[in-house]
């Protein structure tokens, strides 16, 4: 309890390697919450609300140990908090490429140097006592066959250190802080070697951050680019679509069947079924060229199994349909309907009761049928 409180505290101090892990450990979750775990939107804001509270802490806490301003942390706090919401926003995997920006602005904020030595407890020193988390140090003693035996001249200068450093009259802490001193001065190698590379090189950092950043926007922008062109493509192919001039296919010889359906031909005598329903659907329903469509107007199917492909199925006037088909078909088609008892088109069933007589009554027709 005491370590999580504190990675929300605002008055302690953070060393480079704790800041850092705090960085990466709060990216680690936000990666595997968001992607993995959690779906709703409303829980992946407070799940950034919560990490960026926690970002922001610990950036403050590294602003005070390197005695800088806090505008640091506010702006690392910010870049990080930006990027995760467009993370969560982008549907796309391309955009974790962003991770990266908060990863250069946790760095800066890793080379800094602890302005003055301190006692750290797990990297933390400031009100949350961790102390029950770290191993406390522990002093040998010598055994008794070790002590130290009176002599008439004194003992030696070796001997006099040992009897001093383990005299009954030194205090404990003072042997503990005599232990950590030399560990709370060690300075960081790597945090020191990016502090001095920043130093010495700021306008080659602004540079590769910029870099960076523009990369980091076009890749995560590739799937809009893909999108917009494919969305143009589309667009383009509409228009040419609508500026090729339509055929206009000419119904003649309209024949009327008893079972309130019509026959006619087209220029090219190709039969048409036609008939008026009361579902209202506007436009092409089916098409044996693309396969799309409703399904239950591919084929007209005769009482006896016998099946015809459809070319198409196309529905105007608020509900009249015409099944059209293909010419080298026209024969076969008249032929069942003047010799079959009902047929079904487009989950319709009419029944042919009578129509041989109303085939014979048109020349045409009864070419075909006889």
Known sequence: MQLFKSLFCFKGLDNSERYFAISICCLAVFFLFNGVILSSLTAKLILVVVITVVYFAAGIRRCRDAHKRSGSAWLTSAITALSFLL???????????????PVMASLYLFSLSSFAPQVYVMGYCGPVDLSALSEPVKVERKPLSNRIEPSLFGGTNEQDDEFNIYSPSAEPEDVVQSVQQPAKQASNDLALLINN?????????????????VISAVITSLPFLNNTVLADEAAQNAEQQAEQPKTVTHRQQLLAMPDEFYLLLDDHEGLIVHWKADLIREGEIWSQASAEGDDS???????????????NVVVEDSGSYYANFSPLDTAFVVKSLARRGNFGLC?????LKGSQKALNSNPIYSDYAN
Request: hydrophobic share 55%; glycine share 4%; charged share 10%.
């Open 297 to 311: 107007c591919e084929v007209i199917e005769f009482n006896n199994g016998d099946k015809v492909r459809t070319i």
């Open 87 to 101: 993370i969560i926003l982008i549907p796309s995997s391309t955009s974790y490429v962003l991770l990266i920006l």
């Open 197 to 213: 590379w920043l130093l010495t090189n700021q306008k080659i950092a602004v540079i590769a951050a910029i870099i960076i950043l």
């Open 347 to 351: 989950g319709y069933n009419f029944s």
